[in-house]
């Protein structure tokens, strides 16, 4: 069945930079939108950004300018790049893909998330 795999979290100093990448895989018909969570500790998932089919882009307002969500299509690949990195984005974070695994079924996916710490 479909599987998504998250990578490239790590420890990073504030100010850094990382690329966050998220593979799908298995059985699949067509990958709709695809995008990033990130949960905190003590704080509810929330939607950090969101990419469609055609690269229609969508951020949390915080990370604007910061964070830039890309696609490969024909890789079934999400990336997110992810610049001046503060503390305050250290969470663990998730991908999310809206995926047609065969004729009508159609869900969302998600992978297992990839931590983020942002410290000194």
């Known amino acids: 069945q479909v599987q998504l795999v998250e990578s490239g979290g790590g420890l990073v100093q504030p100010g850094g930079s990382l690329r966050l990448s998220c593979a799908a895989s298995g059985s699949i018909f067509s990958i709709y939108d695809m995008g990033w969570y990130r949960q905190a500790p003590g704080k509810e998932r929330e939607l950090v950004a969101v990419?469609?089919?055609?690269?229609?882009?969508t951020y949390k307002d915080s990370v604007k300018g910061q964070f830039t969500i890309s696609r490969d299509n024909a890789k079934n690949t999400v990336y997110l790049q992810m610049n001046s990195l503060k503390p305050g984005d250290t969470a663990v974070y998730y991908c999310?893909?809206?995926?047609?695994?065969?004729?009508?079924?159609?869900?969302?996916?998600w992978g297992q998330g990839t931590q983020v710490t942002v410290s000194s």
């Open positions: 990419i469609s089919t055609i690269g229609r882009t």
């Open positions: 999310n893909a809206d995926i047609m695994s065969s004729w009508y079924n159609r869900r969302n996916y």
